[in-house]
């Protein structure tokens, strides 16, 4: 199955399967926070408005997006425009529609 992480994102977060096919083109993951954060929950807690693959990638090796957590969720939307998405978008549910015009969330390209 294409995007095996985005799936199992949805899965962690108890989110229904069809997550992913509410938004045009499965462009957007849904997070219960507001953006995608480096050093979450630290005093360095920074959110991050855009992420490129390549810095996306190194925070994951990083270990800035646990397994438990956020890391799914990235490793989807990694995954996503590595096979051909134009971008991807990780946002809170209410924030879908602004998330998908760069206005919430955290877009991925």
């Given at each position: 199955m294409k995007f095996?992480?985005?799936?199992?994102?949805?899965?962690?977060?108890?989110?229904?399967?069809?997550?992913?096919?509410?938004?045009?083109?499965?462009?957007?993951?849904?997070?219960?926070?507001?953006?995608?954060?480096?050093?979450?929950?630290?005093?360095?807690?920074?959110?991050?408005?855009?992420?490129?693959?390549?810095?996306?990638?190194?925070?994951?090796?990083?270990?800035?997006?646990?397994?438990?957590?956020?890391?799914?969720?990235?490793?989807?939307?990694?995954?996503?425009?590595?096979?051909?998405?134009?971008?991807?978008?990780?946002?809170?549910?209410?924030?879908?529609?602004?998330?998908?015009?760069?206005?919430?969330?955290?877009?991925?390209?």
């Amino acid at each position: 199955m294409k995007f095996k992480a985005a799936r199992a994102a949805a899965e962690a977060n108890s989110f229904p399967p069809k997550v992913l096919e509410w938004v045009p083109g499965g462009q957007s993951i849904i997070e219960l926070l507001e953006r995608v954060a480096l050093n979450y929950n630290a005093p360095q807690h920074v959110e991050l408005d855009r992420l490129t693959l390549d810095d996306a990638r190194q925070y994951l090796k990083e270990g800035q997006f646990p397994p438990w957590c956020m890391g799914p969720k990235i490793e989807a939307v990694v995954e996503f425009v590595e096979c051909g998405g134009d971008r991807a978008v990780v946002c809170r549910p209410e924030c879908v529609v602004e998330a998908l015009a760069g206005q919430a969330g955290t877009v991925i390209e």
